[in-house]
């Protein structure tokens, strides 16, 4: 039998896929780079798996599906690759995705039942991190605070406009509950732009949640694991951009100025790091999460949402606030493939 090896599982069945194959080409460049043994696993947009074939790096960067060499199915204690090719034992799974139901704990469940060890947060921690009302319910009766507002199951756009207007004032934010990368999201400043970002949202989600606008200052912070398990909360990061949000294009095209450490008194430096370390605890994540905030003027603090598998791609901030914290991008690699062949730290 081969020697079991960790798999770096990407894609998927998610509107972020594209964004997954990115964050897929950085680590196995490392990977690949460094000589460390691993399995390249991807998932097509409906779901199935494939072994992939020499080194999809390339094709990843570009956007563009890998080489498949074996359509395979996870089981217990690795994949079995079909048309009689056999048994491939994993070590540990890596998830580079984003989004959908691999970032939602549907994977994360499968891999217990499974007996596979995988890094990052568990089942119910992403299922809860990735709806962004249900997460805000869990952050708030933890004492963290929050933006205000609720969510909406929308059927037709305009019976939410009714009550978004008799409970916030424009302008409103508008996005999926259960989506990442911006996609869906936008301002209302008005009725009609209400109507259209709530349509743009549903038709992401049908769950839609909306929320007073919040002008302000937008920091994030990295939480990892160490070598043996202990948290740490990395300096806080800021980014600047021309958008009115930090939008799908801003995060991916023409990207964001990224400063790390943020230029923040240390007083609200070490406050915002101590909310992290407290939203990851509250939510019961694993191993790295990245907790994002908007601090206003007046240096009022609201964390906006904490994501379990953030992105890893070079325009990612999570990688840059892992370096700043001493722990180079190489180094954050084969942390995560040690989480994921000890499933936990």
């Known amino acids: 039998m081969a020697r079991p090896l960790p798999g770096v599982l990407f894609g998927g069945k998610s509107n972020e896929y594209a964004v997954s194959l990115l964050s897929a080409a ?31 790096v390339a094709a990843c ?81 933890a004492g963290i605070p929050v933006a205000g507002g609720f969510a909406l199951a929308v059927g037709d756009a305009s019976d939410a406009i009714q009550r978004v207007e008799e409970t916030l004032a424009y302008p409103v934010f508008v996005k999926p509950a259960r989506s990442g990368s911006s996609i869906g999201a936008g301002i209302a400043r008005d009725r009609a732009e209400l109507l ?18 919040i002008a302000g200052r937008e920091i994030e912070v990295g939480v990892l694991a160490d070598e043996a398990g202990r948290l740490f909360a990395s300096p806080p990061g800021e980014l600047f951009f021309d958008a009115g949000f930090y939008d799908y294009e801003t995060k991916y095209g023409a990207g964001a100025d990224i400063r790390v450490p943020a230029d923040l008194p240390a007083a609200l430096s070490g406050r915002l790091r101590e909310l992290a370390l407290a939203a990851f605890d509250a939510l019961g994540c694993r191993h790295f999460a990245r907790v994002d905030f908007f601090v206003s003027r007046d240096g009022n603090v609201v964390l906006n949402e904490v994501n379990a598998l953030p992105g890893l791609t070079d325009k990612s901030m999570f990688p840059r606030l892992a370096a700043a914290a001493g722990v180079p991008f190489s180094d954050l690699v084969r942390r995560l493939v040690a989480f994921a062949i000890e499933g936990t730290p």
């Open 61 to 141: 960067a570009a956007g563009v599906d890998p080489s498949p060499v074996a359509p395979a199915d996870f089981t217990r204690g690795g994949v079995l690759l079909r048309d009689g090719r056999g048994f491939l034992p994993l070590s540990g799974v890596l998830p580079v995705v984003h989004g959908g139901t691999t970032e939602d704990g549907r994977l994360q469940g499968m891999l217990d039942l499974l007996g596979l060890p995988y890094a990052g947060s568990g089942a119910e921690a992403c299922a809860v991190t990735m709806n962004k009302a249900l997460c805000k319910t869990v952050l708030s009766c």
């Open 196 to 213: 259209a970002r709530t349509s743009e949202a549903a038709a992401t989600d049908p769950l839609v949640l909306f929320e007073p606008y």
């Open 26 to 56: 950085s680590v196995l460049s490392v990977l690949r780079s460094e000589g460390v043994p691993h399995h390249a696993l991807w998932m097509d947009r409906d779901g199935r798996l494939f072994l992939c074939a020499g080194d999809p």
